[in-house]
């Protein structure tokens, strides 16, 4: 607290050289005290300029964890290696100046339910404009004008900015969360379950607005999700986690009508589809990993109906597909899915 | 859980510092308590014997905490009080609890006008000071140890009956009530096999609190020298008969039994709040 | 005797000024399974907890097997003979499962309650199979358990009444994708071999597909459409059914004329 707040920008600080995402995590390992194997695994992941990545994944799998990381967000007590940059710095090894500065200024985040996470006791206005002037990287009547400004692009009116928490409706509440988290300017956004609380058509209109924003801001999205629907539905490129490791990444459309993961392959046909015939599900049987239990080999031999020796014993790369090197899956039978879901 | 404890103000400051401090107030409360169950056994000396020739003697190797104006040792008296200083608070605690849970329960339970009833009828007691009614009422009953007791059972009853009130009505919203009420179980059943349970461990660390502050009222009667009759050894009595022995210089038989009730009450109180710490802590 | 398991005529039910449950009717026959779809505030959960009897109805009525279902039972060989038409599975299986009893004590409580004088062990066994439980979880309380383990256990409860009707209140919603396969299975099998008609309380269509014969949509507290599930999916009729249709993600999907869609309804 004794030096002012940080002048520059870390975006400026960027060595074009190092990066050009606005998001790369490389080699991410997170170990939590008492548990017998990482709770993050070897994550590789990066996000462009204005791209829109969603991460999918079951609860416990460490998307949670992972989207975090980009905020320095770690639990107490956690030993991490790998790297997280983000616009090129290295997140991990910030002192808390420039971490306030990165989460003020060049990552924003929102949340699950935004109920939670506004103080009922403060009118929305309070809640827009007090993380930019309390840094003091915006003087009040200017954060005035651009909530304003931002409240009307998420489709609210300024009246909204003297209303509490409580009287207005969850969706309306989740629109003033992303007001919020563009308050900064963010290079990039990070989305968690932010549609899981509420109704099908309430979500449409937030996925609309962000898609919109994004592109108008040109704001780079990681969008962490269960729905591998939505998922699909939204996003340019989709990693796929299980049990602390990235399963399989690549194109949305190319991973999803050919994915080359077992475990994508069985999510997929484990959905309740409208479109799917009628009858019974494809279930997976077996529950994911405990953090309790070591794991050596592929996380998810023990549910995989292709699982072999080898996959109990040997934890598998990720390789990418022979005519696509952005589609990569960390399987040792690949070849064994190739064109068809597999039957499960 | 958002219930609340309910403390008195002085005494809301100590709050279980840490480990330390809440494993010397065990130790403290088990101490006195088992001093007070052996008090017959552990006492050098008849707690009522006079011996006026050795009046207010210093600690001395035959009384180690010396003697007072009348000659009697105050290490015994203090032993044979404790008996009278704990077993008090005691039946004030066990039944304001037992009364307080079962009023409670049923004001949360039912709702209605069963609970305004009971809510509008603990909060006449409530602004009733507890002292002023166990006066009151020993002077109706005269002097014993039942008097007392029960005039603060029925001060101490709301604290009880409040929180429980509160818990019930929490714990009533949860869906695991519903389906007990669904599979056809009966309100008496649920309520006494699956709530009383689960708030059980918050409504004893009200009433372990509890225990502290019935002692100190007690004390308090009994120095005024209302309800335990005058031979009986008391902690409370003991400070009032002390007070003749200050005038001549010798505070020594006074402050003993001070000290034994200013410790006691924070013992209880440090441990009563750091069981209630734990179980705040691990309802998620 | 009425070939319909579960009748609901003309429910009422209002808060405040706010009509949940407006006029709302419905049948569902032995053995079938009927969907009730909506969004929040549609008033579906506070229809069916009007069928369960945690809720009062201003007016209208709940048959089952053509008898009325009282508003309140008096006595206990009432309390359980309400019990045994219509049982319950919540949606939260961390919250509807008391924390301090163990698996089988669960089971063996209901079992006292209905059946006093049957073999228990052998029961709990049968129960414990038929939900895919081993015995192993028998001695385990529900913070050992998983999201998926924990809705097994309250659907082996509730199957230990042998109701006439089970009320599925979103009971896969908080479960994970793969998770809530399994339940989805379970509940088809069980369907299957004990006939007992399903109200499946959802907000998602593809689940209401996946389990349910006949459907009816809601919003904001009445009937909007009802018909064959497979009939109302196929071909919405009511423009709201369509609207909750269109907004279920997928490939070429289109947010923005559904929030288009959704403003102009």
């Known amino acids: 607290m004794n030096e002012g707040p940080m002048k520059e920008d870390p975006m400026n600080a960027v060595d074009p050289a190092t990066s050009t995402y606005t998001l790369d995590i490389q080699g991410l390992r997170i170990s939590l005290p008492g548990t017998a194997r990482p709770v993050l695994d070897g994550i590789d992941l990066h996000v462009g300029a204005g791209e829109t990545v969603a991460l999918v994944g079951e609860s416990g799998s460490g998307k949670t964890l992972t989207s975090r990381s980009a905020l320095n967000l770690l639990p107490p007590g956690a030993t991490v290696e790998g790297a997280v940059r983000v616009g090129g710095q290295d997140v991990l090894t910030m002192n808390a100046d420039q971490l306030r500065a990165l989460r003020t200024n060049t990552v924003a985040m929102i949340f699950q339910d935004p109920r939670a996470a506004l103080n009922p006791l403060r009118r929305i206005g309070d809640f827009l404009i007090e993380s930019v002037t309390l840094t003091r990287s915006m003087s009040r009547p200017d954060a005035t004008a651009r909530a304003t400004e931002l409240l009307q692009a998420v489709g609210l009116d300024a009246s909204a900015l003297h209303k509490y928490p409580g009287q207005v409706s969850g969706g309306m509440l989740q629109r003033v969360m992303i007001a919020a988290a563009l308050m900064g300017d963010p290079a990039l956004l990070l989305a968690d379950e932010p549609t899981t609380a509420l109704d099908v058509t309430t979500q449409a209109e937030v996925i609309a607005l962000l898609t919109e924003l994004r592109e108008r801001f040109g704001t780079g999205l990681l969008f962490v999700t269960h729905d591998l629907d939505l998922a699909a539905a939204i996003s340019d490129r989709v990693y796929v986690m299980y049990a602390g490791r990235i399963a399989e990444s690549g194109p949305a459309q190319v991973l999803f009508a050919q994915p080359r993961h077992p475990y994508t392959a069985a999510l997929l046909a484990s959905t309740p589809r409208l479109e799917a015939p009628a009858g019974r599900l494809a279930a997976i049987d077996g529950q994911p990993p405990d953090l309790r239990q070591e794991s050596h080999g592929c996380p998810f031999a023990a549910r995989c109906p292709l699982a072999m020796e080898i996959c109990e014993r040997q934890a598998p790369e990720p390789l990418h597909a022979p005519d696509l090197p952005d589609h990569r899956a960390a399987c040792h039978h690949t070849d064994r899915l190739e064109g068809s879901p597999v039957d499960v | 859980m958002t219930a609340v404890l309910t403390r008195r103000p002085g005494l809301s400051r100590i709050r279980a510092a840490g480990p330390p401090l809440y494993l010397i107030c065990l130790a403290f409360v088990a101490l006195v308590t088992t001093a007070a169950l052996l008090a017959s056994w552990l006492a050098p000396y008849d707690p009522n014997v006079v011996d006026l020739g050795n009046a207010m003697a210093a600690p001395s190797a035959e009384h180690w905490l010396g003697v007072d104006a009348a000659g009697r040792d105050t290490l015994s008296r203090l032993l044979l009080g404790a008996r009278t200083s704990l077993l008090g608070p005691l039946g004030v605690v066990v039944f304001s609890t037992l009364a307080g849970v079962a009023v409670g329960m049923a004001a949360g339970w039912r709702g209605g006008w069963l609970d305004s009833v009971l809510s509008r009828s603990t909060e006449l007691v409530f602004a009733f000071p507890g002292m002023l009614l166990a006066i009151l009422i020993i002077a109706v009953y ?51 096999r699956h709530i009383l349970p689960n708030i059980a461990p918050v409504v004893l660390a009200q009433s372990t609190i509890n225990f502290g502050y019935a002692l100190m009222d007690l004390a308090g009667l009994s ?29 020594l038989s006074a402050i003993w039994p001070c000290v034994f009730i200013v410790l006691t009450v924070v013992a209880f109180n440090v441990v009563g709040e750091r069981w209630a710490d734990h179980v705040a802590r691990r309802t998620p | ?65 053509g008898r009325e279902r009282g508003a309140r039972s008096r006595g206990r060989a009432q309390r359980l003979a309400r019990a045994r038409e219509v049982q319950m599975v919540f949606q939260d299986p961390y919250l509807s499962l008391d924390p301090r009893t163990s698996v089988e004590d669960v089971l063996r409580e209901t079992l006292r309650l209905h059946f006093p004088r049957t073999d228990h062990d052998r029961r709990v066994r049968e129960l414990l199979d038929q939900v895919g439980l081993g015995t192993r979880a028998a001695d385990a309380r529900p913070r050992q358990l998983s999201g998926g383990q924990r809705q097994r256990v309250a659907i082996a409860r509730v199957l230990a009444v042998e109701p006439a009707v089970l009320v599925l209140d979103e009971a896969v919603a908080a479960l994970d994708v793969s998770v809530q396969a399994q339940i989805l299975n379970l509940l088809a099998d069980i369907r299957e071999e ?37 009939e109302v999916l196929a071909a919405p009729q009511h423009p709201y059914t369509r609207l909750l249709l269109e907004s279920v993600p997928r490939p070429g999907w289109d947010p923005e004329a559904i929030a288009a869609a959704r403003r102009a309804l």
């Open chain 2, 142 to 192: 005269g002097e014993g140890l039942l008097a007392p007791v029960v005039a603060l059972s029925i001060a101490y009853l709301p604290y009880v009956s409040r929180l429980t009130r509160s818990l019930v009505l929490a714990e009533r919203k949860r869906p695991y009530v519903n389906a007990y009420q669904v599979q056809g179980h009966s309100a008496l059943q649920i309520c006494l």
């Open chain 3, 194 to 230: 004990t006939r007992i008609g399903y109200l499946f309380i959802t907000h998602d269509l593809g689940v209401v597909r996946c389990v349910t014969d006949e459907v009816i949509v809601m919003r904001q507290g009445r009937v909007v459409e009802a018909g064959p599930t497979a």
């Open chain 3, 1 to 65: 005797m009425s070939e319909h398991v579960l009748e609901a005529v003309g429910l009422h039910r209002a808060f405040a000024d706010v009509r949940a449950v407006d006029d709302v009717s419905f049948t569902l026959p032995e053995g079938g399974s009927l969907g009730i779809v909506g969004e929040s505030g549609s008033g579906k959960t506070t229809t069916a907890r009007i069928i369960v009897g945690l809720e009062r109805a201003d007016a209208g009525q709940v048959r089952v097997r």
């Open chain 2, 223 to 251: 120095f005024l020298g209302l309800g335990i009759p005058a031979l009986t050894p008391d902690w409370g009595r003991m400070v009032f008969d002390g007070q003749t022995a200050i005038q001549h210089g010798y505070p």
